[in-house]
Structure formats: C-alpha cells, structure tokens
Nanobody
Framework: QVQLVESGGGLVQAGGSLRLSCAVS????????MAWFRQAPGKEREFVARIAWRGGSTYYEDSVKGRFTISRDNTKNTLYLQMNSLKPEDTAVYYC???????????WGQGTQVTVSS
C-alpha cells in the first residue's frame, strides 16, 4: 500500500509562486511515474505534469509549460511542483498520483488547494 500526502497549497496573488510537495510512504518499490493533476470548481480533473521516477523525463500540459516545473527527490521519496507566474485560472485542488506502469495512476493523495487571486 502507498500513501501520498500533498502540502504547500495556499492563497497567492497572480504572478506569484508556490511549491507543492507530495510525500510518498509505504511500499514505493514499484513506482514507475508520478504526476500532478488538478480539479477546478465545476470542472473535471485534468493532467498537469508527469515525471518518470527513475529516468526523470518530464511531460507538461500546454497551459503550464514554461511556468511549472515537476521534480522528484528519490532519496526523500518526495514529488514537487514548482509553480511560477501563477494565474487565476490555475486555481484548483492539486492532486499527486503514483503509477506502477505507463498510463496508470494507481494511488492518489487527498489534494491541496491552490487559490490565485487577480
């Protein structure tokens, strides 16, 4: 079993920055990749960014490219999302997720709220 706990959300003005963290505990030996998703009020959950746990290759949703950076610290079993130049449309609950194989997201955190004021 794997547990994911997000932290680092909050209220920030447009143009500001936040760094989200996701601590992984439990048996993470099968970690293939991790990702961040977000869900805004009244909208479906959407993909934000993904990182391969061993090789470190990354992939971003178009609207966050150049503003967000996903990274991981394998020694600390922690995933990060550095968010710069935040916009009001980035307001959402952000979730980290862990997958044991390609295209799979097997475990999810509880989410952390990010609110960007204009």
């Amino acid at each position: 079993q794997v547990q994911l706990v997000e932290s680092g959300g909050g209220l920030v003005q447009a143009g500001g920055s936040l760094r989200l963290s996701c601590a992984v505990s439990g048996d993470s030996s099968l970690n293939f990749h991790m990702a961040w998703f977000r869900q805004a009020p009244g909208k479906e959950r959407e993909f934000v960014a993904r990182i391969a746990w061993r090789g470190g290759s990354t992939y971003y949703e178009d609207s966050v490219k150049g503003r967000f950076t996903i990274s991981r610290d394998n020694t600390k079993n922690t995933l990060y999302l550095q968010m710069n130049s935040l916009k009001p449309e980035d307001t959402a609950v952000y979730y980290c997720t862990y997958g044991t194989k390609s295209a799979a997201y097997d475990y999810w955190g509880q989410g952390t709220q990010v609110t960007v004021s204009s």
